[in-house]
């Protein structure tokens, strides 16, 4: 049985920037209850008003499952329990259950606390003690215990026991600096395991707090479990000072679908993604796509290889099913890095690729090519069709550009317009024509039309439908790059088209063509086909 302690409340706020209110604690607490965790940690209320202000309102929460911690220290140097302010405080509290705060590093006794290693011991023990005789449950959160154990392995045992003889039902080994490995915790967790036993404490729970430091948080916390732990500490998202604590939904997760325990259930581990989401958005930051199991990109799939293997095996890509934790698959498919969803794709357009993979590779390679140039297809799919038919040999624009020429004049009314002048060829003909507009495209979209209508008066049919700039400078170190988006419609069908250029005009009139020309080239396709 593996019982989680949440301090999300507690060492989560500790978190640069992170304020939470006694409401926010009081519906974060609401959720961990429902999610399943034992134990959650309300706050230090001696320190703290708001937290002694959640202490005095839980009895609202109505918890049915966990129940509520209240962190502190353990008594001043030269001072009985009993007359320690503090802990009078927490006596007094609503929590049935308080962690107490003891060093078990003998540098630090001596320096930070400035008193000797025995007066540390009676300091832990008394505390502990009193509170157990105001009928409190009392954790012993060991501060520095790794580090302790590396200095003196012997005291900081001594520590535990000192807490153990006042009562302690459970010890908490602290990694308080974050910076062990996850074999060391697995080697002082699995020895102090092996101590409390032989020492007759085989019935005290084993405790662990990590922080992420060296980035182990996790895989700190789980060793801890393999070595005998039964308590683990964290905080949703991995919340706290620093890099944070252990990411306590993270462990959760691992401990249920990867290591076999049962700790809150399958139907409650499907909570973990709305509670990620929901911890995130109370206290204001903004949820990592890239957190695992939980995150909107956690089970994302991008690339040929994984779209083509989804559709035939459907977990061959995933490491559990995103169900089990409440997330879901994400299959994107504008990335066309893959011969089978480059195939998908051109199916869709009725459009064959050949079967031999070398003209495949070369599909692919040029695309890759103008996605590093900045040509994204996402919402472009008719200028994507269009790229393949040319490759393919096929003929796709109705007219040949010789030169265009805007012209932008601002006037003494105050009035901007802007003027258009194309040069076009069409079979053996050359038109020139000026079109009027309020911007570049508009004047080059009416000069486009008064040019070919001749002999393509469809293109009455074909209206742009909405224009979008974006300036991407990541393709190029030197000089910003502008994509332009257009949609267009005939009435019966939308499609988008795609133009890029380190000039905004080249880049419009590149997306504008593509618009045109793909609109044409379905109306014919549409009339050879309903007359053969
Ligand atoms: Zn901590």
């Known amino acids: ?46 320190s703290n008003p708001k937290d002694a202000a959640f202490f005095v309102r839980a ?56 008193t000797n290693r025995d007066e540390n011991l009676r300091m832990i023990e008394d505390s502990v003690r009193f509170l157990v005789d105001k009928r409190k449950e009392v954790f012993l959160d060991a501060e520095h215990f790794f580090d302790g154990y590396r200095s ?45 036993r032989d020492n007759g404490h085989g019935d005290v729970e084993i405790g662990i707090h990590t922080h992420d430091d060296s980035g182990c948080a996790v895989a700190n916390s789980l060793e801890a479990v393999r070595a005998g732990a039964t308590q683990v500490q964290g905080t949703v998202n991995g919340y706290g000072e620093r890099v ?45 796509p890239h957190q695992p199991y939980v995150g909107q990109s956690a089970f994302a799939h991008k690339g040929g290889l994984h779209v083509s293997a989804h559709d035939r095996l459907l977990h061959a890509y995933e490491h559990v099913d995103p169900v089990a934790v409440g997330n879901f698959a994400h299959i994107v498919v504008s990335e066309l890095a893959g011969k089978v969803s480059l195939r998908t794709k051109a199916s869709e357009f009725g459009i064959t690729l050949p079967e031999q993979p070398e003209a495949i590779d070369r599909l692919l390679d040029n695309l890759k090519q103008r996605e590093a140039k900045g040509y994204s297809y996402e919402v472009a799919d008719a200028s994507l069709a269009l790229l393949l038919r040319a490759q393919l040999g096929e003929p796709i624009t109705c007219f040949k550009l010789e030169s265009f020429r805007v012209i932008a004049d601002k006037r003494e009314d105050g009035k901007l317009m802007t003027e258009a002048t194309i040069k076009i060829h069409v079979g053996d003909e050359r038109f020139v ?100």
């Open 152 to 196: 003196d392995a012997a005291y900081a045992l001594a520590v535990l026991e000192a807490g153990i003889r006042g009562g302690a039902t459970a010890v908490v080994l602290c990694e308080t600096n974050g910076g062990a490995l996850p074999n060391e915790v697995f080697d002082i967790t699995l020895a102090v395991s092996a101590a409390l």
């Open 433 to 532: 024509a000026t079109g009027e507009g309020n911007g570049p495209v508009n004047a080059l979209d009416v000069a486009l039309r008064l040019a070919i209508r001749r002999f393509y008066p469809q293109i009455d049919e074909l209206h742009l439908t909405d224009y979008k700039v974006r300036v991407i400078d990541e393709s190029t170190g030197t000089s910003a790059i502008t994509r332009v988006l257009i949609e267009t419609s005939d009435g019966f069908e939308t499609w988008g088209t795609v133009g890029v250029s380190e000039n905004i005009i080249e880049a419009s009139w590149n997306a504008l063509v593509d618009a045109i020309s793909y609109g044409l080239l379905r109306w014919n396709r549409d009339v050879s086909q309903v007359n053969t």
């Open 244 to 288: 944070g604590n252990a990411n306590l939904l993270t462990v959760l997760a691992d401990l249920e679908l990867k290591m076999g325990y049962e700790v809150v259930g399958g139907e409650r581990l499907k909570l973990l993604t709305s509670t990620s989401q929901f911890v995130a958005e109370t206290l204001n930051i903004t949820p990592d």
């Open 59 to 114: 009895g609202e929460l109505n918890l049915k499952q966990a129940q509520l911690v209240a962190f502190g220290l353990s008594c001043k140097k030269g001072t009985a329990a009993a007359e320690d302010a503090g802990l009078n405080i927490l006596a007094a509290c609503s929590a049935p259950i308080i962690t107490l705060l003891g060093k078990a590093w003998d540098i630090q006794v001596e320096q930070v606390l400035a």
């Open 1 to 46: 049985m593996i019982r989680l302690y949440d301090t999300t409340l507690r060492d989560g706020e500790q978190r640069e920037g992170v304020s939470l209110t006694v409401e926010d604690k009081l519906s974060i607490a609401r959720r961990l209850d429902t999610l399943g965790v034992s134990y959650i940690e309300g706050g230090f209320p001696v």
